[in-house]
């Protein structure tokens, strides 16, 4: 029987992987670590000294608890899931995409936004098949179907999150360069300039936390939005967010909110903002 400390730096050995699956699972920093935590306490007690394969077997339990966490999370849910923008992974300026582990893969924000909208058990059947490469017949009984089940869960949870997903090597010169000229139009008050740099379907999310929470569509609506920065005395640094371009804004020198943009063939498509101080307190953002 294998003792405690052999589990713990077992444990560890996985901690970044399952920490990953959990934040990909629920869009939510505490909450990953919440669940990894939970599993090691399951661990610490099971053992697991009939395991022949542990990362397996420490991917089930995450897997099942986040699951657990995502259905209680949808039986309480009061906000609205089109507004509810996931924790962001920001980056300051081109710094090093290693410094976050796996975390800094490349998961916008845009498909976690996506992620949120799906059934637990779509999103657990995605996350775990196309983002972690595990089987369906693991994957069957954490959800309590067929393979072929799980199979067509992950299917329809592809198909709602393919736009989101973007494909090949962006250009993240560019991308900067077109998020450069959105705030200055912004800061500006250029309305003509925010709408030639916005896609004509636009969408603008802005999770508050609270009442002030929006989305808002279109390009000269999303224009309109915008061009209310220059009133709010906002200063700005570019971020990379999620892999992507975003930017921190801030007033009188504290984090005010995170930016994360989705540029699509030279156009701004999609702006989640996540304002909601409490949360972006626990993001221990650099000023």
């Known amino acids: 029987m294998q003792d405690e400390e052999f589990w713990a730096a077992r444990f560890e050995e996985h901690r970044p992987r399952l920490r990953a699956l959990a934040y990909r699972m629920l869009g939510s920093f505490a909450e990953a670590d919440d669940a990894v935590q939970e599993a090691w306490l399951r661990v610490s007690r099971a053992r697991g000294d009939d395991v022949d394969n542990v990362g397996g077997w420490l991917t089930t339990i995450v897997s099942r608890q986040c699951l657990n966490m995502l259905r209680s999370r949808a039986s309480r849910r009061e906000d609205p899931l089109d507004v509810r923008v996931p924790d962001p992974v920001v980056q300051s300026g081109e710094g090093d995409p290693e410094e976050h582990g796996v975390l800094a893969d490349t998961v916008s ?7 949120e909208t799906l059934d637990p058990a779509e ?17 069957a009984p954490m959800v309590g179907r067929t393979p072929a089940a ?10 709602r999150v393919q736009g989101a997903a973007t494909a090949g090597q962006p250009d993240r ?4 360069q077109i998020v450069d000229a959105w705030w200055a139009a912004a800061r500006g008050g250029d309305f003509a300039g925010l709408v030639a740099l916005l896609h004509p379907d636009a969408v ?5 936390g609270g009442a002030g929470s929006k989305l808002v569509r279109g390009a000269a609506e ?19 967010v999620n892999g992507g371009p975003g930017i921190v804004s801030m007033i009188g020198g504290r984090p005010a909110a995170v930016l994360a943009f989705t540029v699509v063939d030279g156009l701004i498509a999609e702006i989640d903002i996540l304002a909601d101080r409490r949360r972006l307190a626990a993001l221990e953002l650099a000023c």
């Open 173 to 176: 010169a560019r991308q900067r």
């Open 123 to 139: 999103r657990l059947a995605f996350v775990l098949h196309d983002m972690f490469a595990v089987p369906f017949d693991d994957i």
């Open 150 to 159: 799980a199979r067509q869960l992950a299917s329809r949870a592809r198909r």
């Open 109 to 115: 924000l845009a498909l976690l936004v996506v992620l």
């Open 204 to 208: 603008l999310r802005v999770d508050t």
């Open 222 to 240: 999303v224009a309109g939005q915008a061009a209310s920065y220059r009133a709010a005395g906002l200063a700005a640094r570019f971020a990379v």
